[in-house]
């Protein structure tokens, strides 16, 4: 999906290259273009959902004023002749530890809700064994079910922590009430333990009447496992319908690496000598938190971020944090829904929109209210509206060139095809298109997210995939590619928790997509982006002579919204030097972009550059809407700071 400023940009001449975008905050230049977002499939639906909240104190949050006090009384329909009276809260300063989740007055006070800030890493779930749990930690000890009738088994409780090299005994004692009894006895032992003794028969136990019987195994620990949750089984005991499971975590010593409280760990994690997948499997970060361990993330405090904030133990220095995202979480949004190649839907009318049947069964609305339910909690507000299009009927058949290939190709062929069927729904009037099929290469995932608000699934009725995904294309990242996903990140909505865990939580996500302060201005930093601007405009360009002898432009793409410059998220936009330099593309959402250009000019000439620039948005009243800018600015070339 190319934005439409491109395409018109384009059509006057311009030819754009694919631009490198210099990364000043690590020296490398990286490519910003075909970034893509893939997430694993969540199939497994075993897991009994839980009422967890948003990651959010609700005893620390603001609420916001109510405009109008309900004091009971009926007033519909009945015109009141006194003077209107201006219910807005008075403006106050807020806390140090507090943000506006509006924009600041003139005097630096607020008129909205002041909301803490949490910056910083700490455990919002429960701490076991050093290690920190936002879902249900892993069992330690023995449990016992199944039934056997007329037979119960009990168990002393064994440690819940071992060393290399410990042994650990098991000891169950049977008492059997009724008749003669023989069980079938079958043992599944960890690798991870040496079997070194066992008074348990190998296959058949004979339990007499009225007897009791003492069964004793003896492992001993052979490898740390402590950071690997899904191996704290010790092992397994089938003793006919009971099922005896021992868990026990096999500690690190201190050769692993890492000191946090009184335990070890390793400071990276690579099973397979690589830390490249199993997806969630490894982590090449870790920190150790008021004694507390976090494997996968970064930072403790804002101190461990070099001029970034730490948020949920990542930290960030860009809102929105993935360079492409389109839009921030914020206005009245259009998102189009397709549904390809689906049975028991309608297919009469390719073109006709079946949002009002369709949204209630697909839960639709379910997208947004997780959304409002963060914003109000973060912000203090409602911030979001999504309008949906729904679309049925199409099938891969009819219009697909490669019909399993690239999303972006695909959803091409797609939105050429709608065009010719004569529909009025094209994508390029949507901040956002979700495009259902069971063809298109989706990388092996049931959900990706590329560039430009553009979504592929596999499945239309799971709402909080559709909030996942979304969560992309207002800068979130995913939280489930390393062993974070196992503990600090579990049931957050970007870890992958589409409800399978209970509500998810907002962890990470709330920075990344402006819903917290994280440039320390004293505003929420959704609320300092233009969603609607009147107009665009270039702010503070520079170009600087770099030590290697390059240039270095610099720039921001404003939004003018009453006059006031604002933030924006701009994907796109095209730079030139009008006879020196062909145009070039950045695919860059970020606010301040930094782009490395030859060497066209010495330190101290005057350079003309020319920057072009679109913004497709929805407005207020729901009309598709486009801001376009074409500006020239003559800049001096100065020397390096």
């Known amino acids: ?61 603001s609420e916001p004023p109510d405009v109008v006090p309900d004091d009971g009384s009926d007033t519909a329909d009945v015109e009141s002749d006194t003077e209107e009276v201006d219910t807005s809260p008075d403006p106050v300063p807020c806390d140090e530890d507090e943000a506006c989740g509006v924009r600041l007055d003139e005097d630096g006070l607020c008129a909205g809700a002041c909301v803490p800030q949490d910056f910083g890493l700490h455990c919002a779930g429960t701490v076991s064994l050093g290690l920190c749990y936002t879902g249900d930690p892993p069992p330690k000890d023995i449990t016992i079910e199944g039934v056997e009738p007329g037979i119960t088994w009990t168990a002393p409780a064994i440690p819940s922590e071992t060393a290399v090299g410990d042994t650990i005994e098991l000891v169950l004692t049977g008492v059997n009430s009724g008749a003669a009894r023989t069980l079938d006895v079958y043992g599944d032992w ?198 949906w299009v729904v679309l049925t009927g199409a099938r891969s058949a009819d219009f697909a060139s490669e019909p399993e290939g690239a999303l972006d190709v695909y959803a091409r062929d797609l939105d050429e095809w709608l065009g010719v069927q004569g529909c009025s729904h094209r994508f390029e009037q949507f901040d956002k298109v979700i495009v259902v099929t069971p063809t298109a290469n989706l990388l092996g995932s049931t959900a990706v997210a590329i560039s430009h608000g553009l979504i592929g699934s596999r499945v239309a009725d799971q ?80 170009l600087t002579a770099t030590k290697k002898g390059t240039l270095e432009l610099a720039y921001e793409l404003v939004g003018l919204e009453d006059g006031v410059s604002l933030r924006t998220v701009i994907p796109e936009s095209i730079i030139s030097v009008p006879d020196l330099l062909p145009p070039r593309d950045v ?35 729901g009309t598709p809407t486009t801001r376009v800018l074409d500006e020239t600015v003559a800049l001096v070339v100065s020397a390096p700071p």
């Open 1 to 61: 999906m190319r934005r439409l400023f491109v395409a018109a940009m384009v059509a006057a001449g311009c030819s754009p290259d694919a631009a490198t975008v210099h990364d000043t905050a690590s020296g490398v230049e990286v490519d910003q273009g075909p970034d893509v977002s893939a997430d694993i499939d969540e199939s497994d639906t075993s897991v009994e959902p839980d009422t967890a909240p948003l990651d959010v104190d609700e005893a620390e949050t």
């Open 463 to 542: 709402p909080l995939l559709f909030a996942h995904e979304l969560g992309h294309t207002y800068g979130g990242t995913d939280l489930y590619l390393d062993l974070g996903a196992q503990f600090r990140y579990r049931i957050d909505l970007m870890g992958n928790n589409l409800g399978y865990l209970g509500t998810p939580r907002d962890g990470v996500l709330r920075g990344e997509a402006g819903y917290m302060d994280v440039n320390h201005d004293g505003v929420v930093d959704v609320a300092e982006f233009a969603v609607a601007p009147d107009a665009l405009a270039v702010l503070s360009p520079t």
């Open 190 to 387: 960890s690798p991870d333990w040496e079997l070194v003794a066992s008074t348990v028969p190998e296959v058949t136990l004979t339990l007499p009447a009225g007897s009791t019987t003492e069964l004793t195994v003896t492992l001993r620990a052979l490898r740390a496992n402590a950071v690997e949750p899904w191996n704290n089984r010790i092992g397994t005991l089938y003793l006919g319908q009971n099922v005896v499971s021992a868990y026990s975590a096999i500690a690190y010593g201190p050769d692993a690496g890492l000191a946090c409280g009184t335990r070890h760990f390793p400071a990276t994690f690579c099973p397979t000598g690589e830390c490249t997948g199993p997806m969630g499997g490894f982590y090449v970060s870790a920190q150790c938190c008021d004694d507390v361990f976090y494997p996968g993330v970064l930072c403790c405090t804002d101190d461990d971020c070099f001029g970034g904030a730490c948020v949920d133990g990542r930290c960030l220095y860009d809102v929105p944090t993935l360079g492409w995202a389109n839009s921030v979480p914020a206005g009245r949004q259009r998102v189009l829904l397709v549904l390809v190649d689906q049975e028991g839907q309608p297919q009469d009318d390719v073109c006709a929109d079946r949002a009002a049947t369709l949204s209630p069964a697909l839960d639709l609305p379910g997208v947004e209210a997780w959304f409002d339910a963060v914003s109000e909690a973060r912000v203090g507000r409602d911030l979001l509206t999504l309008d």
């Open 587 to 621: 695919n860059d959402s970020r606010q301040r972009k930094v782009l490395v250009i030859d060497p066209i000019a010495a330190l101290g000439d005057t350079v003309n550059v020319r920057f072009q620039a679109g913004l497709r948005f929805t407005a207020a009243d």
